[in-house]
């Protein structure tokens, strides 16, 4: 069974999590867990962080019509906000014909960063951590036997001066395919276990030992041809690659182009467990290495006025640690991805990245973002003027059809109905 599937939206939440089992094979068991009946309880709460009292239930929803590198795929997006989910299947709709996205990863290498202060001969210092490289290497590899028997580990090493304010110092950097795991506490536990070592080789302090989240040996691509959202309209087209343009030249419109990047993207790292700050932070910083914050993603018209769109982000996510297993829901969500791989996940995920992007910039350029967005945003906006059962509906077609989305004017139509 594919997952370019017409209407999916129009199917009732139970219809839709029967699809999406047939399709990924869940259990009855996992559906359960995924409508919330099952699987998370305050204890599994209080065993994941501190002082809990409850716990907060977000919205699971899947992208249709993603073909990612040949596989249709749900795809499961934990977010609070509307129209996001919708944005994604549109604009995967739109690639589907054309191959789906294709994506690459440049492997699972993470960054460990170890700081060295009070050196009198910074230069030497660093000449003396290559000199001792493989020692370095080897005192990494001897934490993390189960790592190294999977084929990953401490793999290289590099060494910078920097001049801080106060003094040069060096900074170690530890390269660790950490495989299928993000890798914070495999790389943190690599970085302490060796600082007393570097210590000895440079004569200077220690103070840092930990990783870096400009994960930039880890980037995931994704390429796909989208389909002309506006037919043959040539003014159309040009209105989409001028709003790609001043993002990719203006860092005020660059951030709120990644920010509609990082919609889709935060959406399934939530959902499958991932930690969302450490590829948000990733994400930003990528975004601004050459010294201007700029897109995250590029677009080229392409041939029969279809737009080919490319993306290219940090993704530290794994299929172990963290949350990824300990969370019944997650657990699931990696399930109805079907990925084996920390690459595969990555690359759904750029996939994911991308297609949210084009569908905002597809809105952007013609209609706006209010109209679709605040369509999905206002049937929230009448729960919140304290609109109950059938006057959901009736505000929700109200807002709509006359394209009245300000709180005030909700509340008063909803009065207004109250007194019918
Ligand atoms: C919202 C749509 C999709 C409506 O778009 P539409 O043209 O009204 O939709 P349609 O009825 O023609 O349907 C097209 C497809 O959209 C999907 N779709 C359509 N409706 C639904 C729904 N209810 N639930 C789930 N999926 C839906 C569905 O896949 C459907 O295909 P079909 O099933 O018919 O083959 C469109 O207007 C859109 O893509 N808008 C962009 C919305 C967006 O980007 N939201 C993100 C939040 S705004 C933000 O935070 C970031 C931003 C925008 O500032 C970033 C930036 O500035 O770059
Ligand atoms: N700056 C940041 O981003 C920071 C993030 N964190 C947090 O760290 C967590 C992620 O750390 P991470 O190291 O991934 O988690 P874990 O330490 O929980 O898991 C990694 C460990 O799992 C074991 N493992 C089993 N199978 C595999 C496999 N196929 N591939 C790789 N490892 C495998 C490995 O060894 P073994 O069996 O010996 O455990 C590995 O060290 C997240 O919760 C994150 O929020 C923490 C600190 C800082």
């Excluded at 899947?62 to 795809?75: E, S, T």
């Excluded at 690459?343 to 569908?359: D, K, P, S, T, Y």
Aim: contains cysteine.
């Amino acid at each position: 069974m594919g997952t370019r599937f017409k209407g999916f939206y129009r199917l009732s939440p139970e219809e839709r999590l029967d699809n999406v089992a047939e399709h990924s094979g869940l259990s009855g068991e996992e559906k359960a867990i995924i409508r919330g009946e099952k699987g998370f309880s305050v204890q599994t709460a209080d065993q994941m962080v501190e002082n809990v009292i409850g716990y907060m239930p977000i919205p699971l929803g899947v992208a249709a019509n993603f073909k990612v590198d040949g596989r249709d795929i749900f795809v499961p997006m934990a977010t609070e906000e509307p129209s996001v989910i919708a944005a994604a299947s549109n604009a995967a709709r739109l690639a589907y014909d054309t191959g789906g996205f294709t994506t690459s990863f440049s492997g699972p290498i993470m960054i460990g960063q170890v700081h060295v202060t009070q050196l009198s001969h910074p230069y030497a210092a660093m000449a003396k951590i290559y000199e001792n490289k493989e020692a370095i290497l080897n005192k990494c590899n001897q934490q993390d036997p189960t790592l190294i028997s999977l084929g990953g580990g401490a793999l290289d090493l590099e060494v910078r001066v920097v001049k801080t304010l106060s003094e040069k110092v060096l900074v170690i950097h530890l390269f660790v395919d950490t495989r299928d795991a993000m890798g914070a506490n495999a790389v943190n536990t690599m970085n302490e276990a060796v600082a007393p070592l570097i210590e000895k080789i440079t004569g200077g302090k220690v103070v840092l030992r930990i990783l870096s989240n400009l994960a930039d040996k880890r980037i995931a691509r994704a390429r796909a041809v989208f389909e002309s959202p506006f037919g043959n309209d040539k003014e159309m087209l040009h209105r989409f690659i001028s709003a790609y343009e001043l993002a990719a030249a203006d860092p005020y419109r660059a951030a709120t182009h990644n920010k509609g990047i990082m919609n889709g993207v935060s959406a399934v790292v939530l959902a499958t467990g991932n930690d969302t700050r450490a590829v948000e932070a990733g994400a930003h910083a990528y975004a601004a290495r050459f010294g201007r914050y700029t897109t995250l993603t590029h677009y080229e018209l392409g041939e029969n006025r279809t737009i080919i769109g490319t993306i290219e982000l940090p993704l530290a996510v794994g299929l172990v640690g963290g949350a990824t297993k300990s969370h019944p829901v997650a657990r699931t969500a990696i399930k109805m991805l079907g990925v084996k791989t920390s690459r595969e996940l990555a690359g759904i995920i750029a996939a994911v990245g991308l297609a949210q992007n084009f569908a905002a910039l597809r809105a952007l350029a013609s209609e706006g973002i209010q109209k679709g967005h605040m369509k999905l945003h206002a049937k929230n906006m009448a729960i919140q003027a304290g609109a109950k059962g059938h006057e959901i509906g009736r505000v929700v077609e109200w807002v709509v059809k006359e394209g009245r989305f300000r709180f005030d004017d909700i509340k008063r139509y909803l009065e207004k109905i109250r007194e019918e």
